[in-house]
């Protein structure tokens, strides 16, 4: 088990929809984690894929937040 419930909710402000996958020291729901996958894809291709899998959660925090900014928030 975890020892923080941090990870009970999709680290996207306003997003409601239960985790999927941990994100950094979060997580995000599956819509906004293939988000971000996509997002790191188109960024910096498998030389980032690869850079971001060495990191430790704390290291990816800021790539999260970068990609954090571009997302939209869709009303449901
Ligand atoms: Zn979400």
Known sequence: MSETMHDTMCLVGGC????????GTRALCKEHFLDFVKWRK?????ALFRKYSAMTMQERD?????WAKTVLVHPR
Do not use: H, I, N, R
């Open 42 to 46: 188109k960024k910096g291709g498998l």
């Open 16 to 23: 409601t929809q239960p985790v999927y996958a941990p994100a």
């Open 62 to 66: 800021p790539l999260v937040d970068e």
